[in-house]
């Protein structure tokens, strides 16, 4: 049993959506914290200070907005759903609270280099993510990085144990090497199903992503792209999965790539780590000149 089980029934969520005549929209993976006093150690966990701006992804009913509003300078909270962006309108209005912008948008589609621009700065990012779209959503804050100082988001412990994989293994893909290239992740709790309104039928994990500088040295473009590639047909060899991808690459490119890298071309991409992802986008990069 992890730090924040307990026998908390999901009454709160449930009482708040039923007030407002809603129900959760299970096709869209809606699964909302239902213990205020679970969502408070989360937030305390997430360790805000008085400086720090937070873009929320998907505030459902506020479990987490509310208490991050009293620990950070402000929070904007992203909520695709209109309905409940309403139900947590309503809930700001009621607290008086002063410091919470709610955008009723895809956070797929919103221009967060302009809300983090408009933040002036200490940009953290806090979500409760939807299975379907947490591959997305992670890909687009690391492909953002420089604008945030670090990430808490929660996974489905399925996904959290993909991103936390080593090479080798069938859990290792193309969200865990650039996950692990951009950031140093660690474990920040687990939450189980009765944490939940309604109760989903998997665990899920919060990590936290501390993202590192940019290397000067690495073209992103094409190492996210050769990573892509790589992984589009994992059970092909590297030079085949290479030379038959969207990338420009001949046969003979992609075994001049391999060679430079010091990578045999038979190997598989999963037996990679992410060092030699690297060395293989920078020789990848002067073959495609």
Known sequence: MNDFETNNRALSAKALLAAFDLKPKKAKGQNFLADPATARACVERADLSPDDSVLEIGPGLGALTIPMSRKAKQVIAVEWDTNLAKVLENQIESLGLSNITILNQDILKTDIRGIAERAGGNMVVAANLPYNISSQVLIRLIQNRDLFKKA??????????????????????????????????????????????PKP?????????????????????????????????????????????????????????????????????????????????????????
Do not use: C, W
């Open 201 to 289: 039928q998997v665990d899920s994990q919060v990590l936290e992503f501390l993202f590192k500088e940019p290397d000067p040295s690495v073209n992103e473009d094409i190492l996210f792209a050769v990573v892509k590639a790589a992984f589009a047909k994992r059970r092909k060899t590297l030079k085949n999965a290479l030379s038959n991808s969207e990338l420009p690459f001949s046969g003979e490119q992609a075994q001049a790539a391999l060679d430079e890298a010091g990578i045999d071309p038979k190997r598989r991409a999963e037996t990679l780590s992410v060092d030699e992802f690297v060395a293989l986008a920078k020789a990848a990069g002067k073959q495609l000149k």
């Open 152 to 197: 808490a988001l929660m996974f489905q412990t399925e996904l959290a144990q993909r991103i936390m994989a080593e090479p080798g293994g069938k859990d290792y893909g193309r969200i865990t090497v650039l996950a692990q290239y951009s950031s140093r992740i660690r474990v920040l709790y687990s939450l189980g199903p009765a944490h939940f309104y």
